[in-house]
């Protein structure tokens, strides 16, 4: 069965404060992703990794960077957080770039 | 820019009807289609895909229609049961790697 975990499902951080969001994948899967989702906007995409050491900016960039060492391993840092990136955290990865498997979702505030 | 949506944010469906969720994307390029069903407290879940060769596609108690004259795209769902309620989101592949996802669309079934 495919997995996708993330480190806290719950984090409160304060602004300022570098923040570290895990994802680990258990498939082997190339591709892994970082989402953003918040109310009527839906799931918005910060950066993606094709392969190890590889990233790509998604949509919405500006305020996060991206790590991955491993394969299994892709984790987004917040370097200085602010007020306006509380949100939901959504990890996925994929084998083709198709379908996306999902991660339960950090929910992150920034007070 | 692009980009998928959703007509509506909520549909309200009682138990037992079919339900139908709409979504107009605008990129006459992109070639693949899915459906996710996000449960509260859960990450995105896969329910069905379609590719850009096929108008129709059918699983357990759903099915996929796609009308590329329109660039439209619908989720049906028959006899809706409680376990339905739900956001689901339509996306399309843009490119090799990377998913757009429309806004959601906020499932409620009434007993």
């Known amino acids: 069965d495919v997995k996708v975990t993330q480190s806290s499902r719950y984090l409160v951080k304060r602004t300022g404060e570098k923040v570290f969001l895990e994802c680990v994948q258990d498939?082997?899967?190339?591709?892994m992703f970082w989402y953003r989702q918040d109310p009527g906007l839906g799931l918005r995409l910060i950066y993606f990794?094709?392969?190890?050491?590889?990233?790509e900016k998604g949509d919405i960039p500006e305020g996060y960077s991206v790590s991955r060492e491993k394969k299994e391993r892709f984790s987004l840092i917040l370097e200085s957080a602010s007020t306006n990136q509380t949100s939901m955290y959504l990890c996925?990865?994929?084998?083709?770039?198709?379908?996306?498997?999902f991660g339960p979702g950090t929910r992150l505030t920034v007070t | 820019g692009e980009s998928v949506g959703l007509h509506l944010p909520t549909l309200s469906v009682q138990e037992g009807d079919n339900s139908i969720i709409n979504c107009a994307y605008s990129?006459?390029?992109?070639?693949?289609f899915i459906w996710y069903k996000q449960e509260s407290g859960k990450g995105p879940q896969f329910i069905i895909d379609?590719?850009?060769?096929?108008d129709k596609r059918q699983g357990q108690r759903v099915t996929v229609l796609l009308n590329k004259t329109v660039k439209h795209l619908s989720l049906q769902i028959a006899a809706t049961q409680p376990g339905d309620s739900a956001v689901y989101f339509c996306?399309?592949?843009?490119?090799?790697?990377?998913?757009?996802f429309g806004a959601g669309t906020t499932v409620t079934v009434r007993a």
């Open positions: 996925a990865s994929s084998l083709t770039g198709f379908e996306q498997y």
């Open positions: 498939m082997d899967h190339e591709n």
């Open positions: 990794s094709y392969d190890v050491k590889m990233k």
């Open positions: 990129n006459s390029a992109s070639d693949y």
């Open positions: 379609i590719r850009s060769n096929m």
């Open positions: 996306a399309e592949n843009s490119n090799d790697y990377k998913l757009s």
